[in-house]
């Protein structure tokens, strides 16, 4: 692990030196590769920085121990010193092993969010809703930007289907935890007798893909036009805005309709179209991984279960790592990072075991 983290270490320097340099400033494209590079190694940088120095008290708490005619008071407080050291060099250690994990080549790249409601009809719809606020009010919380391609409401506050982009960076990392379904356990206003009802929603989150990643051909591709409509109708575009995008080899459809210029519907709809596609592709190879592995935790698969919301009980489930909180209505407002943050250790710690 030290072997390779000094040539972690001497690569960054090595970077450093180079985004100095007059000529390679001059070529921007080799000098924000350089300093993307930077950033990736920065983590790993500070924090091994942060272990040497402790390493070097370390050393001299150790040296101050073997002092000939130190006081006992000296002795006392070198031997705390010491173990404190030793307790924070056993901390930077794990946490330089979590850093040098195998990182998701997706995981700084912005994401579609694609909502359906499942089981339930208008209750589902209603939930499909909650979870499109959800995602839209964490976004804000993290300092991302949202845009809503394409959606298809019940005119009531329900949403049938709908995506929500969010871009900023690290988006995936947080976010490829919620494909699934998303089950909600209350009482709809509608029922007169109390009686609580379970319904669902699925989540499927794609990472945003270049060209380099996924070679599209427009003969490939079926374009369709027609008139958008907004939330409820309240909107009507007047022209043959809207794009919907086929590709035929496939059969994947995407549809958009947020922009009043169709040339600017058609682009965004091919970013999605390419977003699908590569998720799709991810998802067969993840089945075909999880196959191998069967005793993995949380496949990740859309079909599964992976989480419950219970209005009665004001309580979120997440029935992968067994997670319950009962703070139901920050959950909902966009403060989900305590189970996300809990996914991401899960996730890691399994790794851990598989090196």
């Known amino acids: 692990m030290f072997k390779k983290l ?39 940088v500070q924090k091994y920085r942060e ?29 705390m010193e010491l173990s404190e050291l030793e307790d924070k060099k056993e901390k930077f250690e794990q946490e330089l092993k979590i850093l040098l994990l195998p990182k998701d080549p997706n995981d700084e790249k912005n994401v579609y969010v694609e909502l359906r409601a499942g089981t339930g009809g208008e209750e589902a719809a209603l939930f499909a809703s909650d979870l499109l606020r959800m995602y839209t009010r964490y976004a804000e919380r993290r300092g991302w930007k949202t845009e ?71 003969e490939d591709i079926r374009v369709d036009t027609f008139r958008a409509s907004g939330h409820g109708g309240q909107y009507i575009n007047m022209t043959d805005s809207a794009v919907r995008l086929t590709y035929l080899p496939t ?21 999605e179209l390419k977003s699908r596609i590569y998720a799709d592709m991810l998802q067969k190879q993840h089945d075909e991984q999880a196959a191998e592995r069967k005793g993995q935790i949380g496949s990740g698969d859309r079909s599964e279960r992976i989480r419950t919301y219970n209005f009665p009980q004001g309580r979120v489930t997440d029935h992968r790592i067994g997670l319950t909180i009962y ?23 399994e790794k851990m075991k598989n090196l």
């Open 6 to 44: 000094d040539f972690i270490l001497e690569k960054y320097d090595e970077l450093g030196r180079l985004v100095s340099d007059p000529e390679v400033i001059a070529d921007q494209q080799r000098w924000q590769k350089s300093m993307r590079e930077m950033g990736d190694m920065e983590p790993v």
């Open 51 to 79: 272990y040497k120095r402790n390493e070097e008290e370390l050393e001299g708490a150790k040296e101050m121990l073997n002092e000939p005619g130190l006081d006992d008071e000296m002795r006392e407080m070198a031997k």
């Open 148 to 218: 809503l391609t394409d959606v298809n409401d019940t005119g009531i506050g329900g949403v049938k289907e709908a995506v929500l982009r969010i871009i900023g960076r690290g988006a995936y990392s947080r976010l490829k935890y919620e494909s699934g379904v998303h089950r909600v356990q209350r009482v709809p206003e509608t029922e007169s007798s109390g009686r609580i009802h379970t319904s669902a929603a699925t989540v499927a989150i794609m990472p945003e893909v270049d060209d380099v990643q996924l070679d599209l051909k427009w």
């Open 251 to 271: 059969g994947t459809v995407v549809s958009c309709q947020d922009e009043k210029s169709q040339l600017k519907n058609k682009e965004k709809a091919f970013n």
């Open 327 to 349: 703070k139901l209505d920050a959950f909902l407002d966009g403060d989900i990072d305590e189970v996300v943050d809990a996914l991401i250790t899960d996730e890691q710690a």
